[in-house]
T-cell receptor, first 113, second 114 residues
Framework: EDKVVQSPLSLVVHEGDTVTLNCSYE??????LLWYKQEKKAPTFLFML????IEKKSGRLSSILDKKELFSILNITATQTGDSAIYLC?????????????FGKGTHLIIQP | DSGVTQTPKHLITATGQRVTLRCSPR?????VYWYQQSLDQGLQFLIQ???????AKGNILERFSAQQFPDLHSELNLSSLELGDSALYFC?????????????FGPGTRLTVT
C-alpha cells in the first residue's frame, strides 16, 4: 500500500521566518510528487516534481524532490500571514490517474504577525 | 473561485440515512473527481467520471455511488450513513480525462452524521 507521511503536522512561526515542510513517501511505481495548498477549504495546486534534484520555484515557494531518499521538501521564505494554510503533498503512481494519487495528512502552517 | 460549484455547503443527517451531494464542473471541463477528507484519513480519492463514463475508482465504499449526467454535472450518493462518513467531500474538475495535476477543486460539502 502506498504511503505518504508529512511532517511536522503543525507549525507556528512568525511573519518573515523561513519554513521547511517535509514529505516522505513509499510508493510502488512512483511517477511524481505533488504539493497543494489548502486555505479555508479547497486545495489548489502548487508544484509537481518528477525529476530528482531539480528545484521548482514560484515566488517565495520552492520545492525539490530526492528520489533516492524518497522525500520532498517545500520551502517558504519570508513568510506572510497569507501563507497560513494546510499544505498537502501527494504521490502519483506511474500510469495512474486520480486513482494513483495518495495524499499525506498535511502540515498545518500558521504564520503569526 | 475555481469555477467548480458544490451544493449543499453543509449537511447534517442521522445514521442510516441517504444523502446526495451535487457538483457542477467548470465550464468546458469533462472530468469530475470526488474526494473525501476526514481528520484521520486525510484526503482520499473516491471516483472519477469523464464525459459521463466512469474513468477511475479509488477507495469508494459500496454504500457510495456516483454518476455524471449529460450536462456534465455529477452527483455523489451516500447511503446507510455511518458516523465515520462524517467528512468534507470535495469535487474537482479538469478538461481532460487525466488532468492531473491541473484539477480545480470546489469549496466542498461538509457532511455531519449524528
Amino acid at each position: 500500500e502506498d504511503k505518504v507521511v508529512q511532517s511536522p503536522l503543525s507549525l507556528v512561526v512568525h511573519e518573515g521566518d523561513t519554513v521547511t515542510l517535509n514529505c516522505s513517501y513509499e510508493v510502488t511505481n512512483f511517477r511524481s510528487l505533488l504539493w497543494y495548498k489548502q486555505e479555508k477549504k479547497a486545495p489548489t495546486f502548487l508544484f509537481m516534481l518528477t525529476s530528482s534534484g531539480i528545484e521548482k520555484k514560484s515566488g517565495r515557494l520552492s520545492s525539490i524532490l530526492d528520489k533516492k531518499e524518497l522525500f520532498s521538501i517545500l520551502n517558504i521564505t519570508a513568510t506572510q500571514t497569507g501563507d497560513s494554510a494546510i499544505y498537502l503533498c501527494a504521490s502519483l503512481r506511474t500510469g495512474g490517474g486520480a486513482d494513483g494519487l495518495t495524499f499525506g495528512k498535511g502540515t498545518h502552517l500558521i504564520i503569526q504577525p | 473561485d475555481s469555477g467548480v460549484t458544490q451544493t449543499p455547503k453543509h449537511l447534517i443527517t442521522a445514521t442510516g440515512q441517504r444523502v446526495t451531494l451535487r457538483c457542477s464542473p467548470r465550464s468546458g471541463d469533462l472530468s469530475v473527481y470526488w474526494y473525501q477528507q476526514s481528520l484521520d484519513q486525510g484526503l482520499q480519492f473516491l471516483i472519477q467520471y469523464y464525459n459521463g463514463e466512469e474513468r477511475a475508482k479509488g477507495n469508494i465504499l459500496e454504500r457510495f455511488s456516483a454518476q455524471q449526467f449529460p450536462d456534465l454535472h455529477s452527483e455523489l450518493n451516500l447511503s446507510s450513513l455511518e458516523l465515520g462518513d462524517s467528512a468534507l467531500y470535495f469535487c474537482a474538475s479538469s478538461v481532460q480525462g487525466d488532468g492531473l495535476p491541473e484539477q480545480y477543486f470546489g469549496p466542498g460539502t461538509r457532511l455531519t452524521v449524528t
